[in-house]
């Protein structure tokens, strides 16, 4: 073989406008889908909204049984409420738990439901260009996900026959990373990168250090808040609309059809982007719920929004607060919000106009990035790591060193047969902190007459076990041993706190659970 023949079996493959390089962002709420412009160098997006002007597509599907065939996205959601219809989203957060659903008279799980609607998201690529070929996916999948998530949504794709296209799934904070840094450089900054999604909100603070070849990101704090979500703040618009409904209607809440219930669900999604994406209401908003018999107006007024997102702003100055405060110093230096130097604002949430307003009154000094399709970030950052991973452009090497991951074994000192001391490990070393949720029983093997304790220990990586703490448990009723059954949970609220609840669960008919329950929080 000629040199130049063996040189040509390493050469990167060109590509053209025929091949698609995608991203693909599959969330619990919205999806999108982007491809890397191999003459542009650049990422442009797929328009998936089947004409409502959006650039993202809802997370839903829905199954039309007269039919037999399914409709996705706005479709979906704005079908709701017709009768017979099988309507499904947030399916997404669901991958993992080997779930099933009952479609006509055939059960399905939810690898194969997301399959099609992978097939769908693909097939917007045709519009672009019928005869071009994918060649390469990355998809970003969200931090949260388990292993087995992460394999429920490789076999997604492997169902919709996209296996070989795959190049990998990545987390959504290097995809959001690699959309920032493209063609950027930054000696060192302390990045804020807020992701507030249908689910939860989502804050990580970086000491970050770019060049031309890497990027390395140290997480310095990070935070997951549940009761900050698109999702809940749209559930009180719900809310505020069947109050409505039920004060136009004169009946209770349980008088509601269910194919009512989906029309106001669907007026909703309508909605709410005209009522959140304004700073005020000047003036009240007038509202037709056409689809009621006989059709009414009522008019939503500043008064009303305000009563929906001001306990959401105070939650957020606190989450805000707390993630600064809860952050290890860089360089010897405390994190203030003085120098956090940029800010990325990410996920749906940050399309309303309140979430902007606080991040601008926090960090006056900073350099905020407000994306103009906050939604299609993640896609665009998955685009450019397939470019990248093809050689169509310079690879840059992430590393996120993560505080949110636990180290070590966490659990309690077991004493069998009133002899050896065994350790007993309940959370386990390698997954985020925010995934770490574990609940088992225990049978107290002495009489109960006082207080006792319950020693709490940890396992770091060589296997060796220090004691923590020791939980005293004082108030169960006297019992004789062995007839005691204690339910213990453990649970993060943060990396550096662990919270443990327990509970008596009695002993069967011959003792009955006391009511005893006791919260312990253990700073790691």
């Not at 982007?273 to 008019?299: E, G, M, R």
């Not at 770490?436 to 076990?465: P, Q, Y």
Request: charged share 25%.
């Amino acid at each position: 073989m000629s040199l130049k023949n063996f040189e040509n079996l390493f050469k990167p493959e060109e590509f053209d406008e025929s091949h698609f390089i995608l991203g693909i962002d599959i969330g619990d709420a919205t999806s999108a889908i982007c491809y890397f412009d191999v003459n542009k160098k650049t990422t442009e997006i797929i328009d998936i909204s089947g004409g409502y002007g959006k650039t993202t597509i809802p997370t839903a599907m829905q199954y039309s049984k007269d039919n037999e065939e399914w409709i996705f996205g706005e479709y979906a959601l704005l079908n709701q409420g017709i009768d017979g219809e099988i309507m499904l989203s947030n399916f997404v957060r669901n991958l993992g738990n080997d779930e099933y659903i009952d479609i006509g008279e055939k059960t399905i799980s939810i690898t194969e439901i997301l399959s099609l609607y992978i097939t769908e998201l693909i097939s917007s690529c045709k519009n672009i260009n019928p005869k071009a070929e994918v060649v390469g996916i990355v998809v970003s999948i969200p931090d949260y996900f388990t292993e087995n998530a992460k394999k429920d949504m490789a076999l997604a794709f492997k169902q919709a026959g996209l296996e070989k296209k795959v190049i990998d799934f990545l987390p959504y904070r290097e995809c959001i990373f690699s959309y920032e840094y493209f063609n950027k450089e930054v000696e060192k900054e302390n990045v804020l990168m807020l992701d507030f999604g249908s689910r939860d909100i989502t804050g990580g603070i970086y000491n970050v250090e770019s060049d031309a070849d890497e990027i390395v990101a140290n997480a310095i704090s990070y935070m997951i808040d549940e009761n900050i979500s698109s999702e809940k703040v749209e559930s009180s618009l719900l809310e505020l609309f069947i109050g409505y409904y039920l004060e136009n209607k004169n009946i209770s809440k349980d008088e509601i059809s269910e194919q009512d219930m989906g029309y106001i669900n669907s007026f909703v999604y309508q909605h709410k982007d005209l009522i959140f994406q304004k700073n005020t209401l000047t003036k009240p908003l007038k509202l037709y719920f056409n689809f009621a018999f006989p059709a009414f107006q009522h008019s939503i007024t500043n008064e009303d929004v305000a009563s929906i997102i001001d306990p959401f702003k105070t939650s957020l100055k606190e989450f805000l607060e707390k993630l600064i405060n809860n952050s290890e110093n860089v360089d010897g230096k405390p994190i203030t919000f003085e120098n956090i130097d940029t800010i990325l604002c990410t996920g749906g949430g940050f399309e309303m106009s309140w979430p902007r307003m606080i991040i601008e009154e926090f960090f006056s000094n900073s350099d905020i990035k407000f994306y103009k399709n906050a939604k299609i970030v993640a896609a665009e950052g998955a685009a450019i790591l397939a470019a990248s991973k093809l050689s169509v452009i310079e690879e840059k090497t992430f590393k996120i060193y993560d505080i949110s991951h636990v180290v070590g074994e966490i659990g309690i000192y077991i004493t069998r047969n009133k002899k050896k001391k065994e350790f007993f490990p309940v959370v386990k070393e390698g997954g985020f902190w925010w995934q770490e949720k574990s609940t088992f029983m225990v049978i107290v093997n002495h009489d109960i007459n006082n207080s006792f304790n319950i020693e709490l220990a940890k396992r770091d990586l060589e296997g060796n076990i220090v004691s923590l703490t020791f939980l005293t448990i004082k108030g169960l009723p006297s019992r004789p041993a062995g007839t005691t059954k204690l339910k213990i949970s453990f649970e993060y609220t943060s990396d550096k706190e662990l919270r443990i609840d327990i509970i008596d669960q009695g002993f069967g008919e011959l003792f009955k659970a006391s009511g005893y329950q006791e919260k312990y929080f253990i700073t790691l």
